[in-house]
């Protein structure tokens, strides 16, 4: 049953061709499906525990190695109890980083702390850029050839930081970095949905730009099946799309963040990815990489994923009048976030 669940989620969600649906289904043989290591480092915290349990469910995984400074033990043994195909190992310090990252094939990196009321995500790069710089550091070090999803807040920065990190290391490669903002996405689609009363399921809106505030530009005029809907309310829909994050850490009234969603959304992505190195072809998702898009050196839009990561990044489209202005004005911001994440890279 939880086997069937996730099937279903993943198939809602995927962008792939309907032919690539064999490796969903409750009785794939595994002969079919190549061995693939995923490393989550921050497993044992909010967004870590429940992306994985996502994990453990998808087929794709063979082996899964959760790695926090604490609690991955406990969060390992119950997580490795479900019965599906992977073997779970817990890793716990800093001398057991090297045993959960070698020979990954992802790594998916949710660790850091937490979104708090009245708190940015710019508010959070202080303590989480550290994290991150240490954690790409033994990645560069351990699994140089891994795809690094990046889910660690504020994604604007810590995706440079991370590029950084493995330039410095003589092992970055733009293909294998990619920062997780299909949270945006899943919000985009629902919001959506909702306004214009379809099938949450048959929804598809990209979304571009960044993964923080007004950098976050879903492109509803772009967004299928089509529907009739005014002009504010695109501008509400955006704006609650771009809040969204805000919109939990109030509801949750100070005793968290995003953290189940943004778990659903990052096991979707890292869905994608697996699909992409397995040879699934038409991969399609919104992703937060170095691109030449626009004049920024990284910008979230739709890239296409494949056996080496990021085959092709796409363009944006044509675009409405308001998002050609919502584009113009994410720029300073995303643009400030980036140089602060490279600079904290190169100086720190």
């Known amino acids: 049953m939880k086997a069937a669940i996730l099937s279903f989620l ?7 061709a309907p032919s690539s649906s064999y490796v969903l289904r409750r009785g794939f043989s595994s002969e079919l499906v190549p061995e693939r290591k995923v490393a989550i480092l921050g497993a044992a915290g909010g967004i870590g525990q429940p992306l994985s349990l996502l994990m453990k469910l998808n087929p794709l995984v063979s082996n899964l190695a959760l790695y926090d400074i604490a609690g991955t033990p406990g969060v390992a043994a119950d997580v490795s109890h479900i019965n599906t195909r992977s073997e779970v190992t817990g890793y716990m310090g800093d001398d057991q980083l090297k045993q959960a990252l070698e020979g990954s094939d992802v790594v998916i990196i949710p660790a850091g702390v937490p979104r708090k009321p009245g708190m940015t995500r710019d508010d959070l790069f202080n303590i989480n850029a550290g994290i991150v710089k240490a954690l790409c550091t033994a990645i560069g070090k351990y699994c140089p050839n891994a795809l690094v ?9 810590t995706v440079p ?20 903002t299909t949270l945006d996405v899943v919000r985009a689609k629902t919001f959506y949905a909702g306004k214009a009363k379809v099938n949450v399921a048959d929804v598809n809106v990209p979304v571009v730009g960044g993964h923080a ?8 005029s772009q967004a299928t099946p089509k529907a009739n809907i005014s002009d504010e309310d695109i501008k509400a829909l955006t704006k609650r799309t771009q809040d969204g994050g805000t919109e939990v850490v109030e509801a949750k009234a100070g005793k968290g963040s995003a953290t189940l969603s943004m778990a659903y959304a990052g096991a979707i992505f890292a869905d994608a990815c697996l699909k992409g190195l397995n040879g699934v072809p038409d991969v399609v998702e919104c992703s937060f990489v170095q691109s030449t898009v626009t004049e920024l050196p990284f910008f979230a839009s739709k890239v296409k994923l494949g056996k080496n990561g990021v085959e092709e990044v796409l363009g944006l489209g044509l675009l409405s ?3 050609q202005q919502g584009l113009e004005a994410l720029k300073p911001e995303l643009k400030s976030s980036i140089e602060k994440g490279i600079k904290f890279a190169q100086h720190s």
């Open 10 to 16: 993943l198939r809602r969600n995927s962008t792939v």
């Open 149 to 157: 999803t990046m889910i660690s807040n504020p994604v604007n920065s």
């Open 161 to 180: 930081i991370a590029a950084e990190v493995l330039k410095g290391l003589g092992v970055y490669d733009e293909k294998k970095l990619l920062g997780v």
């Open 213 to 220: 505030g007004i950098t976050i530009l879903p492109l509803f």
């Open 321 to 323: 009048d308001f998002e």
